[in-house]
């Protein structure tokens, strides 16, 4: 099981607190490899931070349940989402319903 991103690409634009991601963008929060286009144009050498369940694993397993970790991501999404009101199809939808 992987976390269901939908690609948005809202996390790319709203680095600006996260303290790992200090360096990844000019002071405007838009992360410097993110293009509108095409989405992170460096996804395969992103950061521990960006990999959802990579991040899990190596940062959060000892302090939270995965499907907890899946849900607190998920809310973070779709609020992101409503905020810039982007369309439904977006929203993350969880294998268990919730979200």
């Known amino acids: 099981m992987s976390y269901p991103c939908t690609r948005c690409g809202l996390c790319c634009q709203k680095i600006n607190h996260v303290p790992q991601l200090k360096n990844f963008h000019n002071g405007d929060g838009i992360c410097l490899y993110f293009n509108d286009d095409i989405g992170c144009t460096i996804y395969q050498e992103r950061p521990l931070v960006c990999r959802i369940d990579e991040g899990y694993q190596q940062l959060f397993e000892s302090q ?5 970790y899946y849900q607190k991501n998920a809310e973070i999404c779709n609020n992101m989402q409503l905020e810039a009101g982007l369309p439904n199809h977006y929203r ?8």
């Open 64 to 68: 939270i349940s995965l499907k907890d």
């Open 92 to 99: 993350v939808r969880l294998k268990d319903g919730k979200t």
